[in-house]
């Protein structure tokens, strides 16, 4: 079973909105890839390819998409 850390989507700022992307980026490559030595060994092809970082990039823009969404796009 997995930890709880993902109660709400609701952040005060679009900074932390984006912030709270990137995390749920990052986390959903550890879902995904779970065995640590493995992402450590994978890490240097995506992390100097353009291609790599170009993809990594569209899915933290995905997250903050639904993040402001869900944030109304802060405005009250």
Sequence with gaps: MTDTWLTSLITDTPQQGYELAITLSRRGVKYTQPDMD?????????????????????????????????NNYWRG
């Design 38 to 70: 493995t992402l450590k060994k994978l890490r240097p092809e995506y992390a100097n390819s353009a291609d790599g970082l170009t993809a990594a990039s569209h899915v933290i823009a995905v997250n903050f998409q639904t993040v402001a969404t869900a």
